[in-house]
């Protein structure tokens, strides 16, 4: 408790870098967990641990993206212990926010979203709420289904691979179907856990498509861009992000720059610029991602806010809170009309413009 009660009173300045406020972030989710976890014996722990997985998802927040599967894990820790202390709207609230999250991250049948469901569900049968918990078990069940299937069809996928190794091998020369067929191999073995191997084959694939149709066709920046992927999924981001950049140069010749193919781009090229502490360059991505959304959705969407939102947290990261501030005002101002005011993703985003505005006057 003497260890929490130091961490509640560390006061994050705008010195702090970011990586000491995420290992703070770290020691708030440890604390916060422990006392959770001791709930089922000692109630009355239970909001000793509020107030630091509270912490925990503003840092997160503040520091990393977002919408991503960290600020999701926050949520989800939040949202366990009040489902534990019997405080189900809360819990439900979060859970959903993390859902909306691991869903785009990793898609509606992911393994991330089953857990989510899956406690999600326990809630509502502790509410008595037997239409949505009936709804959520269908939906659960027809997951646990397509994972069991993903088991089957990867002994399916295994005597595809070899069909494909076995394909490429025999080719003295590379033609385009060969090369697409290294190209299917790369991916696939990337994904299922032969990095090495799967990489050899992607830049096999991607030179014999720059020998056969040159940098600039459409058809090698879809392969460029599964290179690009790669290496981005493998943390290699300086090989990463000179090819989306080539990727996003040559797009530009085929499309308009808010074609969503040229969108998807971009969108990778602010985390990447992002995570290496480019963030001049992500900040000009990110305001393209926001021109877009008003565009393709409309001025007042949650996409819209989110991506505002994005674009604030840069702006704050470089220590340029006066940029943030109505960024952080326009962003609030869709979610309560689109949420309501009393919403958490309101109160988080209001939460967080205070703490720019507070940085600014220091």
């Not at 069909?163 to 090369?179: D, G, I, P, V």
């Not at 696939?188 to 084959?201: H, K, N, R, V």
Request: net charge negative; charged share 20%.
């Amino acid at each position: 408790l003497c260890f929490k009660h130091s961490l509640l009173a560390y006061p994050p300045s705008g010195n702090d870098d970011q990586s000491a406020l995420l290992q703070v972030a770290s020691l708030y989710n440890f604390v916060g967990q422990i006392l959770r976890e001791l709930l089922f014996h000692f109630m009355h722990l239970c909001w000793k641990a509020l107030p630091l997985l509270q912490r925990n998802l503003e840092l997160g927040e503040a520091c990393l993206d977002p919408d991503g599967p960290e600020v999701a894990a926050a949520m989800y820790e939040l949202a366990l212990l009040y489902s534990l202390s019997d405080r189900g709207s809360m819990a439900i609230e979060f859970y959903r926010q993390a859902l909306d999250i691991l869903e785009s991250t990793y898609g509606d049948d992911s393994l991330q979203v089953l857990k989510v469901l899956e406690r999600l569900r326990q809630v509502y049968i502790k509410q008595n709420n037997t239409e949505l918990e009936k709804a959520l078990m269908l939906r659960v069940f027809s997951i646990q289904q397509l994972q069991n299937e993903k088991t089957t069809a990867s002994g399916i996928l295994k005597s595809h691979v070899n069909k494909l190794e076995q394909f490429c091998a025999t080719q003295n020369s590379e033609t385009l179907e060969s090369a697409m067929k290294m190209n299917q191999l790369g991916v696939i073995l990337s994904i299922y856990g032969d990095p090495e191997t799967g990489e050899d084959f992607l830049l096999r694939s991607f030179k014999a498509f720059e020998t056969l149709l040159g940098d600039n066709h459409i058809k090698t920046v879809e392969v460029m861009k599964n290179l690009a992927a790669f290496y981005m999924q493998y943390q290699k981001l300086d090989l990463a992000t000179p090819l989306y950049s080539k990727a996003y140069a040559v797009q530009l010749q085929h499309f308009e720059e808010t074609d969503p193919k040229v969108i998807d781009t971009i969108v990778k090229l602010v985390a990447l610029h992002r995570e290496q502490g480019m963030l001049g360059a992500a900040e000009q991505f990110q305001k393209k991602i926001v021109e877009f959304n008003r565009i393709h959705f409309g001025e007042y969407h949650l996409e819209v806010a989110k991506s505002l939102n994005n674009l604030a947290v840069i702006c704050c990261l470089q220590q340029s809170y006066s940029e943030a501030i109505p960024l952080y005002d326009e962003a609030i101002l869709i979610y309560k009309n689109e949420l309501g005011a009393d919403h958490s993703v309101v109160i988080t985003t209001i939460n967080n413009r205070q703490l720019a505005k507070n940085l600014s006057q220091s």
